[in-house]
């Protein structure tokens, strides 16, 4: 009976499809699969793609893309079709280099099958599990955490730069190439910049592929030729083929001891790719010479440096970083504990034989069983908390302690991870007493104006970041512990330095009101989310529910692909989709998180020592 295809059987035919078309892109293009394949992931096929080792104890490398097949800024501006226009708007300022990339998916994206890029968009996700992806209705689920706010401001953003920037650029780009298929709607710049900051790694070129001797053939050129668009793409354009931008742009900035890559200090968005100079201590460059831009004597473009220092410069290793999109390696799926790492291989190619190149390796000792997925770590996010302070302004001393504040750089906002909390109270206290002392107490009698008022005892256990404990000492003040302050800073003979200011709030206050303070706004912010999702346990409990329905719908899963009517429909609402458990996960995490950093500020109140 053929033409009467299930629904399911022709979503995995499509798949297939898909999936043959990239595997030969890849090869065609000179991305090796070596002892490992990309397949649906086993997961089940709403979880996309993943990558598998193909032989038995695999060991050593796994894959390898050529660089110039990542997608990066500098590829984008190397486009053999619309490359000049990316570069004008770049120069321009019009564009920095995330945003010039998302561009660049998304006009690819629209093309279809006219891109030279078609057979890997199409692998993509078309659907995220972002705060960003989901409904209105589904984004409540995090009401009373600093996500739900955090990505209702992130979407008046995008759609704001959506409006006046993206949609009419894109239109104009595809209009150049002959490109009418469909209207520009939110959805679609929505997708470019979920897939960006779901998939972009941070990659360490080497300095000799961001600044070539010889500008490479775009990896499009070809396809492009073929395709016959590129002969009137030009003519429209006036392409000039100037990819890169020269190595004039350079910049040493000595004051961070970074190589900067910046349109020789004019007006123009310099990119973030930024690279560490090693050794940079070893080397002193004498530069007389005071930059227009920063006002820095010590910042001058390469250009005007001796050729002898540049020529000394250039022969650091150097790396710069750059966030690209890197085909194949990407397609592995995160795990903290993967025993898989990607490297860049240099110039000379003596890792992988393939010159300038990032590739896939299992790490020192692993060994892969076939068959087996293959992880990579995008980093440890962890539960993190977003901390706003808003009450200052109320203060009968807002003026007194805002420059006090000021005067010690001291931020209203924090960012509080879990991982602070490895060194608390609660964390191997029973078996470590020792670290309630610190190693050396002498060491922090400066912290203190006087000696009077030595370091707390429990310096060692405080898991709060000094730049929020010295805040909460500040905004916690009384009136007259503001007056004794400045009593104190009147008696210099000298402009109060940072370490002054904080050892006369010290020596006035210690931290019995700045952890008072603490816990009232840690249990705002726990009563906050409360009233918006329920306790802790309530969330708990909802898992657990969510955890039966699923068992139900796995067992009738196989039903709805051979009927034709739909078996699960009774228990579809049982269940959580994918967003709302994530929601609920994360919600849940982060009251745990509060409740956490709670504890440990009453035990530190409990321990001050004033």
């Known amino acids: 009976m053929e033409g009467n295809d299930s629904p399911c059987e022709a979503l995995n035919q499509n798949t297939e499809l898909k999936l043959h078309k990239f595997l030969h892109w890849l090869e065609f293009n000179g991305i090796q699969l070596r002892g490992c394949s990309i397949k649906p992931s086993e997961e089940g096929s709403q979880k996309g793609y993943g990558v598998y080792t193909s032989n038995p104890d695999v060991q050593g490398i796994l894959m390898v893309t050529p660089l110039h097949m990542a997608i990066t800024p500098m590829s984008v501006l190397q486009d053999p079709v619309l490359g000049s226009y990316y570069q004008k708007l770049y120069e321009d300022g019009e564009v920095d280099d995330r945003l010039l990339v998302m561009l660049f998916l998304l006009v690819e994206r629209l093309r279809g099958s006219s891109s030279f890029w078609a ?115 030009l003519r429209k354009l006036n392409y000039t083929e100037t990819p890169l931008p020269p190595k004039e742009y350079l910049s040493i900035d000595h004051c961070e001891g970074n190589l900067v890559l910046d349109c020789g200090h004019e007006e123009k968005n310099p990119m973030h790719a930024v690279s560490s100079l090693e050794n940079q201590g070893s080397k002193d460059v004498d530069i007389d010479h005071q930059c227009e831009r920063c006002s820095n004597k010590h910042c001058k473009a390469i250009g005007d440096i001796n050729p002898s220092e540049v020529a ?89 302690k805002t420059q006090l504040l000021g005067d010690q750089k001291l931020p209203l906002r924090w960012l509080l991870p879990a991982s602070l909390l490895e060194k608390g109270y609660y964390e191997n206290s029973e078996n470590d007493t020792s670290r309630k002392q610190p190693e050396n107490l002498k060491d922090h009698i400066s912290f203190s104006w006087s000696g009077q008022r030595t370091a707390p005892c429990n310096l060692q256990s405080i898991v709060f970041p000094e730049d929020l404990m010295a805040t909460m000492r500040v905004i916690a003040m009384k009136e007259e512990e503001v007056s004794s302050a400045m009593s104190l800073l009147e008696q210099l003979s000298h402009t109060p330095s940072e370490e002054d200011l904080k050892a006369a709030v010290w020596e006035v206050c210690g931290n019995s009101g700045a952890f008072e303070l603490l816990i009232n706004l840690l249990k705002t912010k726990m009563v906050e989310m409360e009233d918006a999702s329920g306790t802790e346990e309530a969330d708990a409990d909802l898992l657990k529910r969510d955890g039966l329905a699923q068992l139900k719908l796995i067992t009738n899963e196989t039903l709805a692909c051979v009927s034709s009517t739909d078996p699960c429909a009774e228990i579809k609402k049982l269940p959580f989709s994918d967003f709302q458990r994530n929601c609920v996960i994360y919600r849940k995490g982060q009251k745990h998180l509060v409740q956490q950093f709670l504890e440990e500020a009453v035990q530190g109140l409990k321990f001050c020592s004033d």
């Not at 190439?177 to 520009?184: A, Q, T, Y």
């Open 119 to 233: 057979p890997y968009l199409d692998m993509l996700p078309v659907s995220f599990g972002t705060p960003l992806w989901c409904s209105e209705e589904e984004l409540l689920e995090l009401k009373g955490t600093a996500l739900f706010h955090a990505t209702n401001l992130q979407h008046k953003s995008l759609r704001a730069l959506f409006q006046e920037k993206v949609k009419p650029l894109v239109e104009s780009f595809l209009s150049s190439v002959g490109c009418f298929e469909r209207d520009l709607v939110y959805r679609d710049f929505l997708w470019a910049n979920c897939t960006f900051w779901t998939r972009a790694l941070n990659i360490p070129c080497p300095h000799a592929f961001v600044f070539p001797t010889h500008l490479p053939t775009p990896p499009a050129l070809c396809f492009e030729q073929e395709q016959g668009l590129l002969a009137s793409s």
């Open 312 to 400: 000394s410069l250039m022969e650091e290793s150097i790396t710069i970083w750059v966030e690209g999109l890197v085909p194949g390696i990407d397609f592995c799926n995160h795990d903290p504990r993967s025993l898989a790492l990607w490297e860049v291989d240099g110039e000379s190619g003596y890792v992988t034989g393939i010159p300038f190149s990032m590739y896939l390796i299992t790490a020192p000792g692993a060994i892969f069983s076939q068959n087996k997925q293959i992880c990579i770590s995008y980093g440890n996010k962890g539960n993190e908390l977003h901390f706003y302070e808003e009450v200052l302004e109320q203060d009968q001393c807002f003026e007194a």
